[in-house]
C-alpha cells in the first residue's frame, strides 16, 4: 500500500518568512495530494490540493508543488502569520483506490510574532 | 465544502463501556469515513460506511470493536465497544464530495479511564 513521509516533524519560524513543509510518497499510482490544516482542538481543514496532471498550484499565500517523477510534493506558506501555527498533514491517494487517504505524519508550525 | 457535526464532541468513559459517536452531514454524500488520530499522532482510516451495506475496514480494525452504521446519505455512526485506555484518541469523520475531496467533522475526543 501507500506510504507517505513528511519532514520536518516540527517548524519554527518568524512571523514574515516562508515555511516549507515536503512529503514524499511510494505508490506511483497515486494522483491525488490533499494538504489539511489542523489546530488545536478542531478537525483537519482541506487547505490547497493538487493532482497528477498539474506541477504547481496557488492560493493566495500558499502554494503547493509535485514532482511525479521524484514522487514528491511539497507546501509553501509565504509571509507566515501567527494564525499559520497549526499541524500540517499531507496526504496521497491512489487512483481507483476508493477515495481513500494516506496521510503524512504531520508538521508542527510555529510562527513567532 | 460540507457542514459536518459530530456528537458528542467529547467523552470521559470508564473502561468496558460503549460509546456511539454520531456524525450528520448539511447534504447527501456517497462516501463516508471513519480515522482515529491517537494523542500526538496522525489520522488513520478505521472504515468506510457504505449506505445500505457492511462498512468496509482497514487492516487493523474489526466490526465488533468498532461498529458502524450509515442508515442514510447524511448521517452516520461509530461505536467504538469494550473501551480500555488504549482507545483515548481523537475519532474524525469525513465525508467525499466528489473528485476524492474529503471534508472533516470537528472530531470527538475520547478519553478512558
Known amino acids: 500500500g501507500e506510504n507517505v513521509e513528511q519532514h520536518p516533524s516540527t517548524l519554527s519560524v518568524q512571523e514574515g518568512d516562508s515555511a516549507v513543509i515536503k512529503c514524499t510518497y511510494s505508490?506511483?499510482?497515486?494522483?491525488?495530494f490533499p494538504w489539511y490544516k489542523q489546530e488545536l482542538g478542531k478537525g483537519p481543514q482541506l487547505i490547497i490540493d493538487?493532482?497528477?496532471?498539474?506541477g504547481e498550484k496557488k492560493d493566495q499565500r500558499i502554494a503547493v508543488t509535485l514532482n511525479k517523477t521524484a514522487k514528491h510534493f511539497s507546501l509553501h506558506i509565504t509571509e507566515t502569520q501567527p494564525e499559520d501555527s497549526a499541524v500540517y498533514f499531507c496526504?496521497?491517494?491512489?487512483?481507483?483506490?476508493?477515495?481513500?487517504?494516506?496521510f503524512g505524519g504531520g508538521t508542527r508550525l510555529m510562527v513567532k510574532p | 465544502s460540507a457542514v459536518i457535526s459530530q456528537k458528542p464532541s467529547r467523552d470521559i468513559c470508564q473502561r468496558g463501556t460503549s460509546l456511539t459517536i454520531q456524525c450528520q452531514v448539511d447534504?447527501?454524500?456517497?462516501?463516508m469515513f471513519w480515522y482515529r488520530q491517537q494523542p500526538g499522532q496522525s489520522l488513520t482510516l478505521i472504515a468506510t460506511?457504505?449506505?445500505?451495506?457492511?462498512?468496509?475496514?482497514e487492516s487493523g480494525f474489526v466490526i465488533d470493536k468498532f461498529p458502524i452504521s450509515r442508515p442514510n446519505l447524511t448521517f452516520s455512526t461509530l461505536t467504538v465497544s469494550n473501551m480500555s485506555p488504549e482507545d483515548s484518541s481523537i475519532y474524525l469523520c469525513?465525508?467525499?464530495?466528489?473528485?476524492?475531496?474529503?471534508?472533516f467533522g470537528p472530531g470527538t475526543r475520547l478519553l478512558v479511564l
Open positions: 469525513s465525508v467525499d464530495k466528489g473528485r476524492e475531496t474529503q471534508y
Open positions: 505508490d506511483s499510482a497515486s494522483n491525488y
Open positions: 493538487i493532482r497528477s496532471n498539474v
Open positions: 496526504a496521497a491517494s491512489p487512483y481507483n483506490a476508493g477515495n481513500m487517504l494516506t
Open positions: 447534504s447527501q454524500v456517497t462516501m
Open positions: 460506511a457504505n449506505q445500505g451495506s457492511e462498512a468496509t475496514y
